[in-house]
């Protein structure tokens, strides 16, 4: 929206105030300013000519000469306007004068003919981009030779203003509704908009609102006219606010939208079919051409002004090509009305065209607006068309005529208002509360004590001013916020919670962050089309929220797991490097992400081996009876607005999906290769041993980090958890999950909170760059669910006690956790006094035959181990070692 | 006789302090000391010797063999505290040690560095400054309800930001919360007031990305509610709150700006750092550096938290914590935030 200073200075003595001091007042007071530009400005010297001769260059067929009369002499200069004619005024620029444009005339030849200056169009003069023509002077009352800025008064100021800082304001879309605000700001009278005109009896036309979304229509009929262009005063002006000038009809209607702010309409007379003016709902099917030439398909949610025979204009859009103002026009029907926000803005946009009118009436315009633009374009028109006549009356239909809504009052109170704001009474008396509301044609009925009765003028109330509250805004940016003086809020101190999660994220982070030595990456709530195939995830809708209105198909999902996003982030960097390592063999990068993934609620109906898998151990709220200890127990570890917020979306009927924080890590090291064809590099054991216990080594740091007893990862494939085993084939939500090299995240009560993976070879062989890669999530608030570790503060022990080690042969198959595990509790069982089984580590024999060496730690509080006592342990522990592998062996084989 | 033991003694002592005091070297030192003094050193045999004298001479053998024993362990203490000396001093002197070998090469493997994300570093920064002003830290979802993210807040169904341009829907009626205003009316219900809290969190629109505009980005909401709010209190909190954000004084400065959830709403404005309020090109020559939207919560957003207007009051503004990153660290390209790449994130 552009404000012309020029022009809101013909109704508010702006005398003395400084343009650009103005541009800050006002965007403290009213709207924000974005740009100042000085319009017309740097013209001196260029002067008012008359063509008085044209002829045909002799060198040239596009050039003419053209004789120009400036008053005291006259010259002749070469001009290849089209439109140069004889008889024509237009601005004549001397040798020596430089444009704002940038154009410097000279004292020259052109084609072989002397030009001693030129002859401008808009472009030149720096007013338009139009460079088509000459910028025609005709009419222009001064003598040839006149300095240009003399004769027209072409000279303004244009503010740009934001328009997302006015769209609650629909009286701020015409330059006469920003005068107003300024006369109000800078405490001067505004003088009253020109609508006196001579009316016309009788109905212009026969005119009939079949619908409520057309609150008025004012409607009048102009006879006598002659189309004409409009003087060049007002086609600048029009210039310089955006509008491109047409004709002097065409243009009166555009110069009192952009005064009053309400658009307008001018249908030739001859083409109003019928006689007749329907404002309805498009009928479904029905076509339009617009001004444009384009046609419009309709549907019953669009309003269209329709004719005796069918759609004329959509309505508060845009007009009808068919009834268009021609050179020929001579009779026109005016169409002044208000149309309901909400449908032209609908309209507007399922067709594409954002005009200027559809913009203005977006905005909920005041129906009291229609009629006095009516009339402002009547006297306007009569002034540019000296032959015309109005010759109707001004029809005014609609449920507003019928009806006017009541005026809207606000009650209140000068205390009340005051006190929103933090100022005394001395500081703003209520008689100053009074002359501001009422500078802003606010009606004010001040009551003794203070109380107010606020009468909201028509141009506020249709969206903007509701509440005392709105008055408290009036009030505030007259007085000027920058008065207000600071108050420090009185409210009482409270601990100040933090949710549990929060807590342990930030722990979390320092813990990865600097023991670990990963970094932190925050990534996209959706996950990629292509990295999701490359995972196998197949069946994309499953289980998921999906986007009706995606960026890209690509990402029309949202997240239901932190891997897929982390995985391609690793691959990245392994493609590119880290920025501080080449990307060879070897290059690291270890990353996690602390985010929330979606799991729709109605997700339930997957069967729940899937659903295990996919919510890790998240506790089935939904299903469970509210007076299941586990929910409750899993509810009590929640803040007190996340418990709500569960609660919420368990009883809503429409519930949020839940939203769980997870832990994602994915690390990889980068293999060699690294040629086409090398991506199927097999990774030595070694490589993902490592690459695996890097995974699993953050993930119990995490832990440890939240005072936790540390997890125990048990493999999935060891045969002894076989009904958490997912589903037989590879699935969409665990394809990327190695079926062997994996393990389930557990706490000590056994429950799954996460899970820890290689990725399948398949998904790894998918990857762009050679590399071994692990991934671990898990859940976060059932991570904080678990008991902490218990500690407690012993004295070291007495005895020192002591170890033996074995080396046992071991199965394929077979995990070292489930020996250790299984030999701890054979010692225990049998009385022995081992204290723990601990892995040392594993040799595999150029056959593939492999051996474990294990150390068993022994201890009796009181006193020390006899070698008698440590032998027979190791005996027990050899037979229990050999006998564990051998029913790992049996029990995986079966 | 008593000459001839006597001279023994002597001879002894003398051969045994001389070859300490030559001693080249501490093990060299060590083997003398043993030679000397061992169980069956030369010394020490001597000592044993008194058995074999004359009892007459006993005693003055014993005091004589006694005092030599003494005499060859001072030598050979004072030679090794020379010895000893000696290696301080040469270790002292030996300037070929380099201490600026990285750590990595002296310990045989990378030295690994993590990095936190400088978004999750900046919200932990602010998120401090709050909790230490009393400011609750609440976490809200991502997926939205419809009346919270919109209804709740003032802003009906006509409303452009409802539009499908603005906001991502899902499939099913919910959508990806626009911001985290979305939180007032969940903080409304889950706390008694008077209160004072800050939400900060992943926010989504739906637009074209580019180096300043990002679908997926995070703001920090913060809502105050008490007896009584005015503008005056308002001034004051963001005074203090953005001033113990940015590390400086602040001055701020409130013009008008539309909010439906806020009445008066404001478009907050810092003054410059850079030229310090005379204009620069920073500031588009205003002085003023447009930071933060607030306002005084409007009554209907109050209704539909549970809490009656006539009793209750209250503050919100809406900070964008990616642009507070980008300001903070010359970021070009807001899309660099999300992007997962190293070479970007190893800075922080």
């Not at chain 1, 054991?685 to 007893?709: D, H, I, P, T, Y």
């Not at chain 2, 503008?231 to 940015?246: E, P």
């Not at chain 2, 204009?279 to 447009?290: I, R, T, Y």
Request: some cysteine; glycine content about 8%; overall charge negative.
């Amino acid at each position: 929206m552009i404000v012309s200073w020029k022009w809101i200075s013909q109704w508010v003595d702006t005398q003395g105030v400084d343009p650009l001091e103005f541009a800050k007042r006002f965007t403290c007071t009213v709207a924000e300013i974005d740009g100042v530009h000085h319009w017309g400005h740097g013209l001196q010297g260029v002067l008012v000519g008359d063509v008085i001769g044209v002829a045909p260059h002799p060198n040239a067929d596009k050039l003419r000469l053209a004789t120009v009369d400036l008053g005291e002499r006259q010259v002749q200069v070469v001009c290849g306007a089209p439109d140069l004619r004889l008889g024509m005024r237009v601005p004549f620029v001397p040798p020596g004068v430089k444009l704002p444009s940038g154009i410097e005339v000279r004292d020259g030849e052109v084609r072989g003919i002397k030009s001693p200056g030129m002859l401008a169009s808009e472009a030149d003069l720096g007013l338009s981009d139009d460079h088509s023509g000459l910028l025609s002077l005709d009419g222009v009352q001064a003598p040839a030779g006149t300095e240009l800025t003399q004769a027209v008064d072409i000279e303004d100021v244009l503010y740009e203003v934001d328009n997302k800082s006015i769209t609650h304001r629909p009286d701020l879309w015409g330059q006469y509704g920003v005068a107003r605000e300024v006369a109000a700001m800078l405490n001067k009278p505004l003088q009253p908009l020109d609508t006196h005109v001579n009316l016309g009896t009788g109905a212009p036309v026969d005119v009939a609102v079949e619908t409520p979304l057309c609150p008025r229509y004012c409607c009048a009929r102009v006879a006598g006219l002659t189309t004409a262009p409009s003087p060049v005063g007002l086609r600048l002006l029009l210039r310089r606010l955006g509008v491109r000038p047409i004709s002097n009809v065409v243009d009166a209607t555009n110069l009192v939208m952009l005064e009053t702010g309400n658009p307008l309409h001018a249908f030739d007379a001859r083409y109003v079919r019928g006689g007749k003016i329907r404002v309805r709902a498009a009928l479904p099917g029905e076509v339009v051409r617009t001004l444009d030439g384009q046609d419009r398909s309709l549907v019953p949610a669009d309003l269209v002004i329709a004719d005796g025979e069918g759609p004329v204009a959509l309505a508060g859009v845009m007009g009808g090509g068919d009834s268009e103002i021609r050179d020929d026009t001579r009779e026109i029907i005016l169409e002044a009305a208000a149309f309901d926000a909400a449908t032209v803005r609908k309209t507007a946009m399922r067709v594409g065209l954002r005009t200027e009118s559809s913009a203005r009436f977006e905005k909920a315009l005041d129906p009291e607006l229609a009629h006095t633009a009516a009339l402002r374009f009547l006297r306007t028109l009569l002034d540019l068309c000296p032959g015309a006549h109005v010759a109707s009356d001004l029809l005014d239909a609609g449920d507003f005529a019928r009806q006017r809504p009541p005026t809207r009052v606000i009650v209140s109170h000068c205390d009340y208002l005051r006190s929103r704001l933090g100022v005394s009474k001395t500081e703003m008396p209520d008689a100053w509360i009074v002359h501001c509301l009422k500078g802003l044609e606010f009606g004010v009925d001040p009551q003794p004590g203070g109380e107010l009765a606020v009468r909201v003028p028509t141009f506020r109330a249709t969206k903007d001013i509701h509440h005392a509250e709105d008055l408290v805004e009036e009030l505030g940016r007259h007085y000027g916020y920058h008065r207000i003086a600071s108050q420090a809020p009185l409210i009482p101190s409270r601990p100040a919670y933090t949710p549990g999660t929060r807590l342990a994220e930030r722990k979390i982070r320092a813990a990865l962050t600097l023991q670990q030595g990963l970094c932190e990456v925050l990534l996209y709530g959706f996950d990629h089309d292509g990295q999701r195939q490359r995972l196998g995830l197949a069946e994309p809708g499953l289980g998921r929220m999906a986007l009706r209105n995606a960026i890209s198909r690509e990402q029309g999902l949202l997240r239901r797991n932190l891997a897929p996003n982390l995985i391609a982030a690793v691959e990245q960097n392994l493609l590119r490097g880290d920025g501080k390592e080449a990307p060879r063999e070897g290059l690291f990068v270890g990353l996690f992400e602390l985010g929330r993934v979606f799991v729709p609620v109605a997700g339930r109906e997957l069967p729940q081996a899937e659903r295990d898998a996919l919510d890790l151990g998240l506790p089935d709220l939904a299903s469970e009876p509210e007076s299941d200890p586990l929910r409750q127990a899993w509810l009590s570890r929640l803040g007190p607005e996340m418990q709500s917020a569960v609660q919420g979306v368990l009883a809503a009927d429409n519930p949020l999906p839940l939203q769980p924080i997870r832990l994602g890590v994915a690390v990889g090291e980068r293999l060699g290769g690294g040629a086409e064809g090398a991506k199927r590099t097999r990774p030595q054991k070694a490589v993902s041993q490592r690459v695996l216990a890097e995974a699993v080594a953050a993930v119990q740091s995490a832990v440890r980090a939240l005072g936790k007893a540390e997890l125990t990862v048990s493999a999935a494939a060891d045969g002894t958890d076989p009904e958490q085993l997912p589903a037989a084939a590879p699935d969409w939500a665990t394809s990327w999950r190695h079926p062997q090299r994996c393990g389930w995240l557990r706490g000590a009560d056994g429950a799954v909170i996460g899970h820890v993976t290689l990725l399948h070879p398949d998904v790894r062989h998918a990857l762009d760059v050679p590399a071994e890669v692990a991934v671990a999530e898990l859940n976060l608030e059932a991570l904080l669910a678990l008991p902490d570790a218990a500690v407690s503060g012993q004295a070291p022990a007495r005895h020192p006690g002591a170890s033996v080690d074995l080396t046992v042969p071991v199965a394929a198959g077979v995990r070292q956790a489930a020996v250790c595990t299984a030999v701890l509790a054979d010692l225990q069982a049998a009385n022995l006094p081992a204290v723990a089984v601990r892995y040392l580590y594993e040799y595999e024999a150029p056959g593939g035959a492999r051996s474990l060496t294990l150390r068993v730690d022994c201890r009796i509080s009181e006193r020390s181990l006899t070698s008698a006592e440590l032998e027979a342990v190791l005996a027990a522990a050899r037979l229990s070692a050999e006998r564990h592998s051998w029913e790992g062996t049996r029990r995986s084989a079966s | 006789m008593a000459v001839a033991w006597q001279d023994e003694l002597d001879a002894v002592r003398d051969r045994w302090v001389a070859a300490a005091a030559q001693a080249p070297d501490l093990a060299g030192l060590r083997s003398l000391e043993v030679e000397a003094l061992g169980k069956q050193g030369e010394v020490t045999l001597l000592v044993r010797k008194v058995g074999s004298i004359p009892p007459e001479d006993r005693r003055a053998y014993g005091a004589a063999a006694a005092a030599v024993k003494g005499q060859v362990e001072q030598a050979i203490e004072a030679r090794r505290q020379g010895l000893e000396r000696a290696e301080v001093e040469a270790e002292l002197a030996d300037n070929s040690f380099d201490e600026t070998v990285p750590a990595h090469a002296a310990l045989g493997r990378a030295a690994r560095l993590g990095h936190s994300h400088p978004l999750s570093q900046v919200q932990a920064e602010v998120e401090a400054v709050f909790t230490s002003m009393g400011f609750h830290v609440l976490d809200y979802p991502e997926v939205e309800s419809e009346f919270d993210n919109f209804e709740a807040l003032n802003i009906p169904a006509w409303h452009p930001a409802r539009e499908m341009q603005d906001t991502f829907w899902l499939e099913g009626g919910h959508l990806l919360r626009t911001h985290t205003s979305s939180g007032q009316v969940r903080a409304m219900h889950a706390f008694r007031p008077p209160f004072r809290a800050i939400f900060p969190g992943k926010v989504y629109r739906y637009e074209a990305t580019d180096a300043s505009h990002e679908h997926t980005f995070h703001q920090l909401e913060g809502l105050l509610i008490d007896r009584h709010v005015s503008v005056g209190h308002l001034l004051d909190s963001m005074r203090t709150l953005l001033s113990a954000i940015l590390k400086r004084d602040v001055e701020v400065r409130l013009r008008p700006g539309y909010f439906p959830f806020v009445e008066p709403g404001f478009e907050l404005d810092v003054q410059c750092q850079l030229c310090g309020g005379s204009g620069c090109s920073a500031c588009k020559q205003s002085g003023w550096l447009e930071l933060l939207p607030c306002g005084l919560v409007h009554p209907q957003v109050l209704r539909a938290g549970g809490l009656n207007p006539a009793e209750w009051q209250g503050w919100a503004f809406g900070l964008g914590l990616s642009r507070l990153v980008m300001m903070r660290y010359q970021v070009p390209d807001v899309r660099l935030l999300l992007s997962g790449d190293l070479r970007w994130l190893s800075q922080f």
